[in-house]
């Protein structure tokens, strides 16, 4: 049980920039209130002495444990491009918690990421949602299966181009997706109804089992979609996929979505967007701008901010906050970005990234201001144990 004391909280929900203190019992936050009101005689105390004290930092979309760090063939394992199709692959088979961006994560404050595949297939596969402590996937894993990964847009092109396959355009990724979906649609009508048949008749005829089909189908039952494009046309392309077969998905990078916030409002579509630190590496990024986030809050979209991990090193994380905050976004709604806006778009905002009674006890104790880049956590805790001590 800790007893942190005198923390000037950003909590992300109803007390921001205000003196608090926080009771932790076990792995849970048990209670939040003015200084001195929380009373713990058996409570080991941390006196945070006015420094600011947010929720563990969560990264919305991130492929931590996939593409390892320094290791190169041995460690790549976000990538299945030897079919264009491959929705039976789970992140949470590849993800390697030793990697060591795990450990250089936590004491950067990120204790939940979304982690999965990468977008050289059009399907790619499951991400699932980890903290970042911890020494076996059991340890840390919070959603196994959180998101089916879909792409659009110049990867998936440019990695079937160099296999004289199909996608070598849009359009062939667009039908691939659409096809792929529609298969997944009739397999499930068919065990749907094979299931109601043998309630009343033993003999009914099973359908024969596809994994493919049958890890996809769960798409039409509630598993989110996260469909990664950059550019306006493969934004409305995903678009227009998400409505023609109902689907609840995020528009993952959304590099072009300030250029039609409009657009994405009328159609209600929430975006993870990022990684926007860093060069122009393709025509797709063109028109990057850290004046994104801006324009999309002015417009009312839900958005969350990623680091793309490895190409924005989660040890990085807040350094492209700051910058979006340069640009006009305000320091709170930065911060819920990274927070608990994260944690809702990953349908987890019911265990993280807030500072409320009942939530997890993940909980940073910042050195100086958060986003300023010389600024390191004096504590970190996960699971509301101390996992990093400056």
Sequence with gaps: MFLIKNANLIGMATRNYVLSDILLDGA???????????SAPDAEVID???RFVTPGIVDAHCHIGLFEESIGFEGADGNEMTNPVFPELRAIDAVKPQDVAFREALEAGVTTVS????SGNVIGGTFCVLKTS???????VVVPESAMKMALGENPKRVYNGKNQTPTTRMGSAALMRDALVKAKDYKAKKDKYE????TDPNAA????NMKWDSLARVFEGLPVKIHAHQ????VTAIRIIEEFGLTATIEHATEGHLIASYLKKHHQRVIIGPTLGTKSKYELRNKTFQAARILHDEGISFAIMTDHPVISLSNALTQVGLFVREGLDELSAFRAVTIEAAKILGVEGRVGSIEA???ADIVIWGGHPLHYLTKPAYVLCNGTIVHKA
């Design 28 to 38: 849970k936050i048990a209670a939040v209130g003015d200084p001195g009101t929380l």
């Design 48 to 50: 945070a002495a006015g």
């Design 115 to 118: 982690t999965g595949p990468g």
């Design 134 to 140: 911890g020494t076996t996937i059991d340890d840390m």
């Design 196 to 199: 109601r048949d043998v309630k």
């Design 206 to 209: 099973k359908p024969e089992f």
């Design 232 to 235: 306006q046309d493969d934004i």
């Design 358 to 360: 009942g939530k997890d």
